[in-house]
């Protein structure tokens, strides 16, 4: 490894109205260097990046790109210097091509031919194959985030940021992803990784740098830590064990029979079949596109569905739709929390009445109570530890955990009978993952029926009773999760239902 400063901080500060988002940041990231960004949500990183992206302007302090003074005034400056970053959220036109999504990020695109060559020819040299003429539509999350690299690529770039990358991955993409970025590093290439799997920073960084609230913990070597001993120097104290107690299955609450859907724009669901008990966990895994976002909206109401498909304790709601179901007592987390699950440009007060206005009394005869909502806001706020300045902050300008820790505190206080929730610790960091996961065991433990659906394999095998897998729209026979190995979930996500294959795709 080449030991030179690709990028240097200095007391880099950055105050919004009520906090201190980073106080006195100073870190280096090298030449040829996997460099982690590690801390919990709220702690500053977004901030971080975004000073070095030149989408926010610090308050104090300097940097420095190759050793000369750096001070983007925006993301194209920032991108003209050699910095480039892949986000968390995908920014793709599903309607356009691969090439034709690339030429958009690009400041002066080659013709198309020449553009569809260069990206032929850096999908094949790094490793990340990929049709230049395929549209957005057609790929799976990994493959958009490939969408996303290339598009950095081209740029050639001496400083790449990765916010959250592996997060809509299978581990087979994951594994393809870090064959891409030490390539990357071989080259002299400097990259900054941002990620809250700490078993993943351990295996592929080099060193992590360490924020909590806002100030500098200090840049260590991952490898020579546990990834407790990283996460206690996230948060400031000891993780608490996840508890499994107190729980015992009870009646059937939930039964699904028969359940179909059309083929449209997503994966259609073929013939789900699933029961839930009253205080049990129904784990779901899949990998990303095979119907998990098609199931919670049909079993939300979002989606219609034939009668007789769906009936809470005996009720049968099939035909009801996303209200008259969460009255009844089913609710729902989507994946999706900006745009989705919450609206960001409404407040936290106001993001709580798309969900539980009527199931907490917070709209009455049609009249919105604005006390209520505010005092149920800020209610989810302490319950779950939002760090925000209060209720009236609007959603969109909270960091992702903690929009997160928000949606999922705002089903969970709305005392379901049935949760739903697709990917519940997606993109949080470790402490703030437990302690989803320990409120998602909690309500089951007061008698709620949860189906959790989830691409990380760890968070199932921790949550559930009974696991199943989704493949191409259709749902395995559930299986309980004591003694079931990872070489059997390998099969069943690859939709080998109890059947003998000869292979299992990658």
């Known amino acids: 490894m080449t030991v030179s400063n690709v990028f240097r901080a ?3 500060g950055k105050t919004y109205p009520g906090v201190r988002a980073n106080d006195d940041i100073s870190f280096a990231v090298e030449a040829g260097e996997i460099h982690a960004l590690l801390g919990e949500n709220g702690a500053g990183k977004s901030t971080l990046v975004k000073t070095i992206y030149g989408l926010v302007r610090p308050d104090e302090g300097r940097m420095t790109l190759l050793g000369a003074p750096y001070a983007p005034q925006d993301p194209r400056a920032a991108r003209a210097a050699g910095v480039a970053m892949v986000f968390q959220h995908f920014s793709l036109f599903d309607a356009m091509t691969v090439a034709e999504n690339i030429a958009l990020g690009m400041e002066n695109p080659p013709p198309r031919a020449e553009l569809s060559r260069r990206i032929a020819e850096l999908s094949r040299d790094y490793g990340l194959p990929l049709n230049p003429a395929r549209r957005i539509a057609s790929l799976s999350a990994g493959e958009r985030q490939r969408v996303e690299i290339l598009r950095c690529l081209l740029q050639h770039p001496r400083l790449l940021i990765m916010d959250e990358p592996t997060s809509v991955l299978t581990p087979q993409e994951a594994e393809i992803l870090f064959a891409t970025l030490r390539q990357l590093a071989g080259s002299g290439t400097a990259i900054l990784y941002i990620s809250h799997k700490l078993e993943e920073i351990r295996s592929h960084c080099d060193r992590a740098t360490i924020l909590r609230q806002g100030k500098l913990v200090g840049t260590v ?20 064990l996840v508890d499994r107690s107190g729980r015992k299955p009870g009646a059937t609450v939930l039964k699904v029979r028969g359940l179909s ?13 699933l029961t839930l008990r009253s205080g049990e966990i129904l784990g779901i895994g899949g990998v990303a596109g095979n119907g998990q976002e098609e199931l919670l909206a049909a079993l939300s109401g979002e989606t219609p569905t034939a009668p007789g498909t769906i009936a809470l304790e005996g009720r049968d709601l099939s035909r009801a739709g996303p209200e008259t179901r969460r009255r009844a007592g089913l609710l729902a987390a989507p994946e999706d929390r900006l745009g989705h699950a919450a609206v960001p440009e409404f407040s936290l007060a106001e993001n709580t009445l798309l969900t539980a206005g009527a199931r907490q009394g917070l709209i009455r005869r049609g009249l919105i109570d604005r006390k209520a909502a505010s005092g149920f806001a800020q209610e989810i706020i302490r319950a779950f530890d939002v760090r925000t300045p209060g209720p009236d902050t609007a959603a969109g300008a909270l960091s992702g955990g903690n929009l997160q820790k928000f949606v999922i ?12 929730v697709n990917q519940p610790t997606w993109g949080v960091d470790a402490g703030a993952a437990a302690a989803i996961r320990q409120a998602l065991l909690d309500l089951a433990a007061q008698g709620a029926g949860l189906i959790v659906i989830s691409q990380d394999l760890d968070e199932l095998l921790e949550l559930s009773d009974r696991f199943c897998a989704l493949n191409q729209g259709r749902l395995s026979a559930p299986r309980p999760t004591e003694g079931l190995t990872v070489e059997e979930i390998g099969l069943m996500l690859g939709g080998a239902h109890g059947m003998e294959v000869a292979h299992v795709p990658a």
Request: negative net charge; hydrophobic residues 50%; without cysteine.
């Open 10 to 12: 200095e007391g880099l």
């Open 221 to 240: 070597d991952p490898r020579a830590h546990s990834a407790r001993e990283l996460a206690a120097m996230m948060v400031g104290a000891e993780m608490r």
């Open 261 to 273: 859907t059309p083929a449209g724009e997503g994966m259609a669901l073929k013939d789900v079949a």
């Open 409 to 420: 505190g705002r089903e969970v206080l709305g005392r379901p009978l049935v949760l739903v």
